[in-house]
Every structure is written in structure tokens, then in C-alpha cells.
């Protein structure tokens, strides 16, 4: 009995692994951290997250108009805003007002979008926040990948830090029924 229970379980896994990322193939794309903020052109701004007061899970994307590559976040529309025709100093400004309001926000990281040739394609603008408060700086786990001429993005919360905000509403909620 035991071992048909691990063989479901294994089976289970395996489906769920499976149907998350097959449903986005395509290249990876590789991204890279830059100081210098001297950054031109027209943006479309894709802002993801910020739904609730400890919503960590939130990063700005800066989709450089006019080239071959749109980006769509790999969510329902409901869960990300877009504002197109930006300048990039009005791009860049909105993304740092977009993150910088929890409690244990530290700094943002720029860093560049880089296609299989080296072109920059984009730019994402991501928190990082204080170490104690979730264990590392950098909460989010994100994944560029083209498809057709589509960057499809997967965002999501490193496992470490999600299973921590798990654990701990599992134990705000655990208080409630108690009292």
C-alpha cells in the first residue's frame, strides 16, 4: 500500500512540474544587473503586483517599444497593470514608486533583458529587501522566455520564502481558531 501511495504521489508531482512549465517553452533569456541608469527610448511598463499590504511578489517590467519582442506576464490581466508610450526617465521613475512602499523594502535592481544575440530587449526593475526580514534580499524567481516573438515572463517567489509566508499564515491562522 505504501508503495502505491509513493507511485501516486511521484505521478503526481510529476504532472504538476510538468503542466507549470509546459505550457511556456520557448529560449530562455538571461538578465544582468547594471549601475547605470543612462537608459533611452519608449517604454511599455508592465507593473506586477502590489495586490495586498505584504504582497512581496511584485516587480516592473520596462518592454522597449518599437522592436520585434512584446512581453506578457505569464498571469490573468487582472494581476498586472501595462502603461504605454512612457519615456524611460518617466518608465523607471514609475517602477521605483511602484516597489519601494513595504516595510522592509531596501533598494531596486535594474537590470537589462538580454536576448540570445546580446541585444538589450528590455529592462526589469525588481526589490530587494532586508535580509532578516525574509531570510535573503532577492524574493523572486523569474523566468524570460520567447515564443514566437513574444517574451512570456513567470513570476513567482523563491521557494524558501514562499514556504515561510505559508508558514506563517498557517500559524496566524492556526491563533485564530484557537481563540
Not at 511602484?98 to 531596486?108: A, I, K, L, N, V
Request: with cysteine; hydrophobic share 40%; aromatic share 8%.
Amino acid at each position: 500500500m505504501k508503495s502505491i501511495i509513493k507511485i501516486c504521489m511521484s505521478a503526481l508531482l510529476a504532472i504538476s512540474v510538468f503542466t507549470n512549465y509546459s505550457c511556456v517553452t520557448g529560449k530562455g533569456l538571461r538578465t544582468e544587473e547594471i549601475k547605470d541608469v543612462n537608459i533611452t527610448g519608449v517604454f511599455t511598463l508592465l507593473l506586477y503586483g502590489s495586490r495586498h499590504s505584504n504582497d512581496i511578489e511584485t516587480i516592473a517590467i520596462l518592454d522597449l517599444e518599437g522592436d520585434q519582442y512584446t512581453f506578457e506576464i505569464y498571469t490573468p490581466e487582472f494581476d498586472y497593470k501595462i502603461k504605454k508610450h512612457l519615456p524611460a526617465p518617466m518608465a523607471l521613475n514609475e517602477a521605483e514608486k511602484f516597489e519601494d512602499w513595504h516595510s522592509s523594502f531596501q533598494r531596486s535592481q535594474l537590470s537589462r533583458i538580454i536576448d540570445d544575440k546580446g541585444n538589450t530587449i528590455g529592462y526589469e526593475v525588481r526589490p530587494l529587501y532586508l535580509p532578516i526580514t525574509f531570510g535573503v534580499a532577492d524574493v523572486l524567481d523569474v523566468d524570460y522566455r520567447i515564443k514566437d516573438d513574444k517574451v512570456i515572463v513567470k513570476i513567482r517567489l523563491i521557494p524558501s520564502v514562499e514556504k515561510m509566508l505559508s508558514d506563517d499564515k498557517d500559524r496566524l491562522l492556526e491563533g485564530i481558531r484557537i481563540r
